[in-house]
């Protein structure tokens, strides 16, 4: 099966620091999404990403969240300052053209201290 | 606003007990209905993808199906390796939308 690869698995960082979550999508995928799943919770959506800009966020994604591409294979999401209530398990997914199939990686957990 | 609502939340049954879970959607120009498996710590594995009412899938003991409203995965003979949350997601043109998940359990 087509693999998502997320790093890292997990991180603990102090409260407004900084992170940055990889993903590297499947290859000929062109829709990548960004979810995020609270211990005990759904999943959540926070953004979706086609053709180098963000087409939808959620309410979730704040000032504070940030996604890129920056060499056209690795696709970042981006906390600028983190809080405790950020500390979830963060999901990366990719979609091809024909959308019958969107894979999830396994995730980057974060711990916000 | 996109809703996708599973049932039961929890189900226990035992090993060769075949059985079902629900899943009620309301999403806004459905593009899919997908069923995954989430193991504890994991991401969710892609199981099926549903697209018009009457719909079926198959893959070893699990078969889904789609209604205009609803999705049932139906679970046969099921073994301990089976236990896992189900979780079923809507696709719009916006988002994939998911419901809580069951939590399946089986028992030997």
């Known amino acids: 099966e087509p693999e998502v690869t997320q790093t890292p698995s997990h991180q603990v960082t102090q409260m407004g620091q900084e992170v940055i979550l990889r993903c590297v999508p499947i290859?000929?995928?062109?829709?990548f999404y960004w979810y995020r799943q609270i211990l005990g919770q759904k999943v959540e959506f926070l953004v979706s990403f086609y053709n180098n800009e963000i087409s939808e966020k959620s309410e979730i994604f704040d000032d504070q969240f940030s996604v890129e591409r920056p060499d056209g294979s690795n696709f970042t999401l981006k906390i600028r300052s983190t809080k405790l209530e950020d500390s979830a398990m963060y999901f990366c997914a990719t979609r091809s053209w024909s959308g019958n199939t969107i894979y999830f990686g396994e995730g980057s957990w974060l711990t916000v201290v | 606003e996109d809703q996708v609502t599973q049932s039961p939340e929890a189900l226990r049954l035992q090993e060769g007990e075949s059985s079902s879970l629900n899943c009620s959607y309301t999403v806004s120009g459905l593009r899919g209905l997908f069923w995954y498996r989430q193991d504890p710590g994991k991401g969710p594995e892609f199981l099926f993808t549903l697209y018009s009412a009457g719909e079926e899938k198959e893959k070893e003991r699990l078969k889904a199906t789609l209604t205009k409203k609803e999705s049932f995965l139906h679970i046969t003979a099921p073994k301990p390796e089976d236990s896992a949350t189900y979780l079923c997601?809507?696709?719009?043109?916006?988002?994939?939308?998911f419901g809580s998940g069951t939590q399946l359990t089986v028992l030997p």
């Open positions: 290859s000929n995928h062109l829709y």
């Open positions: 997601a809507g696709l719009s043109a916006r988002q994939l939308t």
